[in-house]
Nanobody
Framework: QVQLVESGGGLVQPGGSLRLSCAAS???????????MGWYRQAPGKQRDMVAT???????NYADSVKGRFTISRDNAEKAVFLQMNSLEPEDTAVYYC?????????WGQGTQVTVSS
């Protein structure tokens, strides 16, 4: 299992931006590249939903609600994945979790709170 640590959450006004980071404890960049990485979020009283995913070779997938506003990226050498969030809306308020998937097994980070409010 890989250990994941998220950072970069906080309080931001509507229309603002945040960049989330997730650092992985994979043994090497080559091992990290085998993982499909993703960002998920969970608002109070709601289920945890996929926000964006990225494969080791850079293929991406986004939830319809964030397309055009959020961008997922990764740095395999640094064993990290990022989520650039622009044009944030109050509906984006949630705990954001990083997830790593390899060979049918998943690892989760502890989450970072994002609050969008004026």
């Amino acid at each position: 299992q890989v250990q994941l640590v998220e950072s970069g959450g906080g309080l931001v006004q509507p229309g603002g931006s945040l960049r989330l980071s997730c650092a992985a404890s994979a043994a090497s960049g080559s091992i990290f590249r085998l993982y499909t990485m993703g960002w998920y979020r969970q608002a109070p009283g709601k289920q945890r939903d996929m926000v964006a995913t990225i494969t080791g070779s850079g293929g991406t997938n986004y939830a319809d609600s964030v397309k055009g506003r959020f961008t997922i990226s990764r740095d395999n050498a640094e064993k990290a994945v990022f989520l650039q969030m622009n044009s944030l809306e109050p509906e984006d308020t949630a705990v954001y979790y990083c997830r790593a998937d390899k060979f049918g097994r998943s690892s989760w980070g502890q989450g970072t709170q994002v609050t969008v409010s004026s």
